[in-house]
């Protein structure tokens, strides 16, 4: 079956994206307690093609713009940060594949992402000095590609169809990516992610012992990453998207909690808590965090956009710009905005049984994900000696 035709605009994906978020918010707090997998709601994302956003036109797909899908991710967020985190990898790997990947494989791989396969990332390792090192290895025998190695962070990995591997060419030393059937035999999905928060990601520990790859599915990270091409700005944007919906759901439940159960400090003198002139005050503040961030995200989505429409350097530094810009907004918003819920919801908030720690924990985990001070940093490099952003794939 094909599942794309179901959207074809960006309002389409809109619609289904509200619809699903509204259903999601209902047990968000429940999956997260009991730290359940949400398998059921990952299909209802595939079933309602919003893995399928970006597939190119040629190849029957709706061929959304980056601004759609970072909406989408947006919209998710408000309700849940883990599921919106889900296909993150997906989306940085289908533009890889746009990217790098010869004419055949793409045709391959976007027609079973219409057809409802989904992609997670085997990319970060444990043990390298930074990040950026990569100790799995492709092997190249009379026989075809081998993989081995160990991957973590590998986010979505429990839901996926196919795992996009970063390996390290034996031969050439040089980056690849391996797109692998996940139930390829040799292949290891743990479910050990314990972190704080964004519980059921499923970004766990992927082993890899001498996996055969199909013919023809390794590509060169280079194209994507080393060009100014705007990958490094679509991911980034997803994660802004991501760090915005968050502060814009913590900012709901938390006026949904004053209006309905706070009760007022008897120093207001006034017979409900929304009308304490003090907690009016800082819910002013707190909205004008959460709109700068979701405006910045639409300057960088606008920005984004352009960059892949009109492919070269100009474009992509501004996206990169742009994108950098959002986040440094985006990660105090959805630190600043799910902390201070409980602030202005008192102490009946902290219960347990609510679940509302939930979005101060999704955000502080998610906005780890890479330092906004080096965003900063480049930000100010750019505007005091206009040295552009540098081409590495996260900016």
């Not at 259903?23 to 309602?48: C, K, N, Q």
């Not at 793409?106 to 027609?111: A, E, H, P, V, Y």
């Not at 090192?133 to 190695?149: H, K, M, N, Q, W």
């Not at 991957?151 to 690849?176: M, N, W």
Request: negative net charge; charged residues 20%; contains cysteine.
């Amino acid at each position: 079956m094909t599942i794309a035709p179901g959207i074809d605009s960006a309002q389409t994906a809109f619609d289904s994206a509200r619809y699903l978020a509204e259903r999601f918010a209902e047990t968000a707090a429940d999956r997260d307690r009991d730290r359940r997998l949400p398998h059921a709601e990952v299909e209802y994302l595939s079933d309602a093609g919003l893995f399928a956003l970006t597939v190119p036109a040629r190849f029957g797909g709706p061929d959304l713009p980056p601004s759609t899908v970072a909406e989408v991710f947006r919209i998710l967020a408000t309700a849940d940060g883990s599921l919106a985190q889900i296909p993150h990898s997906h989306y940085v790997y289908l533009t890889a594949l746009r990217l790098a990947a010869p004419e055949g494989l793409q045709r391959t791989l976007f027609q079973q992402v219409l057809d409802g396969a989904r992609i997670a990332n085997a990319q970060s390792e444990k043990g390298g000095k930074t990040v950026a090192e990569v100790s799995t290895t492709l092997t190249r025998t009379p026989d075809g590609a081998r993989l081995d190695g160990e991957k973590f962070y590998c986010t979505g990995s429990p839901y996926a169809h196919i795992l996009a591997v970063l390996a390290r060419d034996a031969d050439s030393g040089e980056q690849v990516i391996a797109f692998v059937p996940a139930e390829t035999p040799g292949i290891t999905v743990l479910d050990d992610w314990n972190g704080l928060g964004q519980r059921t990601t499923g970004s766990g520990t992927v082993r890899f012992d001498d996996v055969a790859v199909p013919p023809g599915a390794v590509v060169p990270r280079s194209p994507a990453v080393s060009e100014p091409t705007g990958y490094g700005a679509f991911a980034q944007l997803l994660h802004v998207a991501i760090d915005t919906g968050l502060a814009r759901g913590a900012l709901e439940a938390a006026a949904e909690f004053v209006r309905t159960k706070s009760r007022p400090w008897f120093e207001a003198s006034v017979d409900r808590a929304q009308d304490d002139l003090l907690v009016v005050q800082r819910f002013g503040e707190l909205t004008v965090s959460v709109r700068a961030a979701e405006a910045a995200l639409t300057v960088a989505s606008a920005a984004v956009d352009t960059a892949f429409a009109e492919p070269g350097a100009e474009h992509a530094q501004e996206a990169s710009i742009a994108v950098a810009t959002a986040k440094v907004l985006a990660d105090r918003a959805a630190t600043e905005v799910p902390a201070a819920l409980f602030e202005v919801s008192g102490t009946r908030s902290a219960g347990g049984d609510l679940g509302l720690d939930r979005f101060w924990r999704d955000a502080r985990t998610h906005t780890l994900h890479d330092p906004v001070r080096y965003k900063v940093h480049h930000l100010g490099r750019s505007t005091l000696n206009r040295v552009p952003p540098p081409l590495h794939g996260v900016l």
